[in-house]
């Protein structure tokens, strides 16, 4: 199935900031229902999508829809945002940076504050990293009532501003990756299985809060019915560039296929659930990586609560992971759908 990156950006471009991800909620769950298929948003407001297939196994697939972003925690007397990060966000990134604030009367440009190097008056302030407590958000007002004219409150979401850059040898660059491309994959896998029926009974879902906790996951798998295996659908970090320390250096690459992600800090992929997908790989000729690394998946939320149960992390190789110009490749997009409808239509074993 071919892959569309400007199908993918579209997916980008709709705000869902860890704990506000309604916009891409409804925008998912209207895409899902254009395939036919019913949904149904949980009140943590994860997107749930029941696929009736034959019955021989039953599997869960997960991908988030949530993003890091920014929210609103002090608005000043002459107009600045003051902010705090939802997730994982390096202050390097931060100053200078252009946002949308996504008020209630609709969203509003601004830009991160940086303060010019000619009115830096210690020599060791040059090469500081500010911190993100000492940013603030521009957007061009000149008081707090005018700010709040616009419909911007404390806890009002941010996104970072979104482009698409096209690279060389089927690569792109854009924010978000981590995971609208994961919600892309289920999208364009419920698509082939609302034409062809599959061998397993599957459960779609769109998880919300991953970046600060995995607390979709976590709420869902306390739900759900028994299964035989769930697979999180994520991003990861590719290490095939300079730079690296020696021990990631290398060890995962662009174009070689989706990683198996087997170890990580906070979970170790379950024996059964690695022989199971390796094997599938193996028998349809999709190429895979092995992968062990650090940071977490839903994927250990669907095994621990509610279970235990099988399950592991196929991600995408992602270059600059968490930053606002993450790099992928069409391929490895594709092989990791193959994957999962070869996965949909062999029974566990």
């Known amino acids: 199935m071919a892959v569309s990156v400007d199908e993918l950006f579209e997916l980008v471009k709709v705000p869902g900031v860890s704990g506000y991800e309604k916009p891409i909620a409804e925008y998912i769950k209207k895409k899902v229902e254009e395939l036919g298929f019913d949904s149904k948003i949980d009140p943590l407001g994860n997107l749930w999508v029941e696929v ?7 599997y869960v697939l997960a991908a988030h829809m949530d993003e890091l972003g920014l929210v609103v925690s002090k608005i000043t007397e ?19 940076t252009h946002v949308t604030v996504h008020g209630e009367k609709g969203s509003v440009d601004g830009v991160i504050t940086m303060t010019p190097p000619h009115l830096r008056i210690k020599a060791e302030e040059m090469n500081k990293v500010l911190e993100w407590h000492e940013l603030m958000i521009d957007v061009g007002a000149s008081s707090r009532e005018e700010v709040e004219e616009l419909g911007i409150r404390i806890s009002t979401p941010i996104t970072f501003k979104k482009t ?26 419920l698509e082939k299985l609302s034409k062809e029926e599959p061998e397993a009974d599957v459960t779609v879902i769109f998880t919300v809060r991953e970046e600060v906790g995995l607390h979709g996951a976590l709420a869902a798998s306390n739900v759900l019915e028994d299964f035989d295996l769930a697979v999180a659908i994520d991003t990861t970090n590719a290490t095939d560039y300079p730079g690296l320390p020696d021990v ?8 070689e296929g989706p990683a198996l992600r087997l170890v990580d800090r906070v979970f170790t992929a379950t024996w059964k659930a690695r022989e199971f997908v390796e094997g599938v790989a193996r028998e349809h000729n ?11 998946t839903d994927a250990m939320a669907l ?31 594709e092989e990791t759908i193959k994957l999962l ?9």
Not at 83 to 88: A, L
Not at 165 to 188: M, V
């Open 52 to 58: 009736k297939g034959r019955g021989k196994s039953k």
């Open 78 to 96: 002459n107009g600045f945002i003051k902010f705090k990060k939802v997730g994982g966000i390096d202050d390097r990134i931060l100053p200078s």
């Open 164 to 189: 698409l850059s096209l690279l060389r040898n089927n690569r792109f660059a854009t924010r978000s990756l981590d995971d609208r491309t994961g919600c892309y994959i289920l999208l364009k896998l």
């Open 248 to 255: 990631y250096s290398g060890t995962l690459k662009l174009g």
């Open 286 to 296: 999709i190429r895979y990586q092995p992968l062990v690394t650090g940071g977490g």
């Open 303 to 333: 095994s621990l609560y509610g279970g235990p149960r099988n399950s592991i992390a196929i991600c995408i190789p992602t270059r600059y992971t968490h930053s606002l110009v993450e790099v992928e490749q069409k391929d490895d997009i």
């Open 341 to 349: 409808e070869a996965i949909v239509n062999t029974s566990y074993r």
